[in-house]
């Protein structure tokens, strides 16, 4: 199998190859990690690059979770600009800044956005102090999506709305439980298990996949400078780093082939180059120039590469931006490739 794990900010992953019949010999793969790495948008494009993607019924089932986004997006940006001190624009706005803080629910029975939220949202939106905390989120924690859903407002508060693909890739819905994505690609059968963080933290779960032929564990390379929200003192790529140390070690795995995701590319680019986080600031170790994108990645992936070598493990790492899906469809046609050509190599001839 293969085994997928996640940084900081992410849920944990996984996904089985079976060869042939449901009996026979079978690879499993998992995603595993904490919240917010992308484990859960990888298993999305997954469905949408090899299981015909979703149908407008399954589209329409996000709508709540996408309203439930961007509610959330803005009562976080309001509670951001106490923090950076900025205040509304609009004077006007803080009767709207109180209605968003304190609904509880956005959505009515009809499944519809309330109309005075969207009222609300939308006057806020246009408050050039709600735009000035939205371009900062990096320093209050905005997840990735907030700004996405903000310039799609229009759309999405619109009349008889539907979620697309693209706004499917970037909600967030909290994983619980474990759910399963099944396709087939080149006559072989994959299962894809998504695991969330309560069943993460039990580690007996690890006995029921001892059969797991490869690992992709995907870490947020946005991490370096933040801290995990369920335990602000613990940074997420250290975080990372010993979950991933965890996996390396841990006997089940002995045999199972190494994927690394270093997600969020776009994002990292982003924040290398325009924020001032610079690399060093976090990891005084690093050397290299500030706002060289490609040496702070390469460092960052070092880390983990120099867990795998240490604990005599080869890793086969990549750099991805879950939500692109033409990319992502390159890196997964190489990463299955590997599983199965190293599968394959492992079967005897007679």
Not at 168 to 177: D, F, K, N, P, W
Not at 207 to 230: C, E, M, P, R
Not at 275 to 304: I, M, W
Request: aromatic share 10%; charged share 20%; net charge positive.
């Amino acid at each position: 199998g293969i085994l997928c794990l996640g940084a900081a900010f992410s849920n944990m992953v996984f996904a089985c190859l079976s060869f042939g019949q449901p009996t026979s010999r079978s690879f499993c793969s998992k995603p595993l990690g904490t919240p917010e790495s992308g484990k859960s948008t990888l298993l999305k494009q997954m469905k949408i690059i090899h299981n015909c993607g979703f149908t407008k019924e399954e589209l329409a089932t996000f709508k709540p979770a996408v309203l439930d986004n961007l509610l959330t997006s803005m009562k976080f940006v309001l509670h951001g600009m106490g923090k950076l001190h900025i205040s509304l624009a609009n004077k006007k706005n803080k009767a709207h800044a109180r209605v968003v803080l304190s609904c509880e629910c956005c959505v009515g029975d009809d499944q519809e956005l309330l109309p005075f939220m969207a009222c609300s949202i939308y006057r806020l939106w246009g408050d050039a102090g709600v735009r000035a905390a939205a371009s900062r989120g990096h320093e209050y924690q905005l997840n990735d999506s907030a700004l996405y859903f903000f310039e799609n407002l229009n759309r999405i508060i619109g009349l008889h709305y539907i979620p697309t693909q693209e706004d499917v890739l970037r909600v967030r819905v909290r994983t619980s439980g474990i759910t399963e994505t099944q396709f087939s690609l080149s006559h072989l059968q994959y299962r894809v298990y998504d695991v969330g963080a309560h069943q993460l933290s039990q580690k007996k779960w690890f006995s029921h996949f001892d059969d797991v032929k490869a690992v992709i564990f995907v870490v947020a390379l946005t991490g370096y400078d933040l801290n995990l929200v369920q335990d602000p003192s613990l940074n997420c790529l250290q975080e990372s780093l010993e979950l991933f140390t965890t996996i390396c070690n841990n006997t089940y795995f002995k045999k199972a082939s190494l994927i690394l995701f270093m997600n969020k590319t776009d994002l990292f680019c982003q924040k290398i180059m325009h924020s001032g986080r610079h690399l060093r600031l976090y990891h005084p170790e690093f050397k290299g120039p500030d706002c060289d994108v490609n040496a702070a990645a390469q460092h960052l992936t070092s880390l983990f590469v120099d867990r795998s070598t240490a604990s005599g493990k080869t890793v086969y790492p990549h750099f991805t931006n879950a939500t692109h899906t033409s990319a992502i469809r390159q890196v997964l046609s190489k990463v299955m490739d590997t599983v199965v050509r190293q599968n394959f190599e492992d079967v005897p001839l007679l």
